[in-house]
């Protein structure tokens, strides 16, 4: 009888622990998609860096190659806003060339300057599977610059669910946009297919592989 007991009150106390990591597990995505909206917003680099790395401490995710961290992320965010994003980015991942995220799988890229060219750069080699880290020495988005986009751009730009970050993007017949918005809009979909990026990092020089093989390629960095 005793054991009965333990074993039914054991039973209940399991229940009642996995009904609590629900409930906080609840509670975290609710305040992450919460933070997804004002990251979406954001237009600041440190508003847009800042948001993004409290939503992935909430949920308790890290940047990673895009088939480490994409469907985590997938899984945690299920508000509206966020699953639209996501079918553009699974249509983008379908592409042939990217052999579903693993084509440079192993290969790891490392990028100097969160610049548009940089950051385009940088997601082209995650959708490839590579692990993609990008250095930028400023900590902050200033250039005001106007671009005119090509029409190729601009549906590429569009595929990757720009729109979804800046709902003017090339409304109509405008075919122009501020080099800080493009930035901002890049930066965004860097982070959430798992992009490392460091601001206020400078690169200082390549150091050559190690004689004997040990190390390959590596960047001396400041600070």
């Known amino acids: 009888m005793h054991r009965q007991n333990v074993q039914y009150y054991n039973a209940v106390a399991g229940q009642m622990t996995e009904q609590a990591m629900a409930l906080r597990d609840n509670d975290a995505a609710a305040l992450a998609a919460e933070m997804f909206d004002h990251f979406s917003s954001a237009m600041t680099m440190r508003q847009i860096l800042g948001l993004f790395r409290n939503m992935c ?28 994003l996501w079918k553009k980015f699974d249509a983008r991942l379908s592409h042939r060339v990217y052999n579903k995220g693993s084509a440079c799988n192993g290969t790891r890229v490392l990028v100097i300057g969160a610049g548009p060219c940089g950051l385009r750069m940088a997601i082209e080699a995650q959708l490839l599977g590579a692990k993609v880290v990008v250095l930028e020495k400023r900590d902050r988005i200033s250039r005001n610059n106007v671009l005119h986009l090509w029409p190729f751009l601009i549906h590429d730009l569009r595929s990757l669910g720009a729109k979804k970050f800046y709902g003017k993007f090339c409304a109509g017949s405008i075919d122009h946009i501020s080099i800080r ?20 990092v400078s690169f200082e020089r390549l150091i050559e592989p190690s004689e004997d093989g040990s190390c390959g390629w590596r960047a001396e960095i400041s600070p």
Not at 59 to 84: C, E, H, M, S, V
Not at 194 to 200: Q, S, T, V
């Open 57 to 84: 401490d909430t949920i308790g995710i890290r940047p990673g190659p895009i088939n480490d961290f994409y469907p985590k992320l997938k899984a945690k965010l299920k508000n509206w806003k966020a699953q639209a």
């Open 181 to 200: 918005q493009l930035q901002c809009i890049l930066l965004k979909v860097a982070l959430l297919l798992g992009i490392e990026i460091h601001e206020g």
